[in-house]
């Protein structure tokens, strides 16, 4: 089953490969335990691997959203403020 790879990563760097291959070995055993964990008739009706992938990256994701601005912190100083009493 790991040798079918949902995510297609065509890259020359060989870390890269390494980790796609980890991951997606670890996002089996979640689904082969996950499968395991719940009763006969919570399985027949089970998502199959792709589909139960996707739902693993939409949970790991969350309510992120790219566009949004990341908030800015202004790391410098703060300046005096002088006031003439």
């Not at 949970?59 to 990341?70: E, M, R, T, V």
């Amino acid at each position: 089953m790991i040798g079918y790879h949902i995510i297609n990563h065509r890259s020359r760097k060989w870390w890269r490969c390494l980790f796609f291959h980890f991951m997606m070995g670890s996002a089996l055993n979640t689904y082969i335990v996950a499968k395991e964990s719940y009763p006969e008739a919570v399985r027949r009706e089970w998502p199959n691997m792709q589909d139960f992938v996707q739902d693993l990256a939409d949970g790991l994701i969350g309510d992120y959203a790219a566009g949004k601005d990341a908030p800015i912190f202004d790391t410098a100083r703060p300046a005096r403020v002088h006031t003439i009493i």
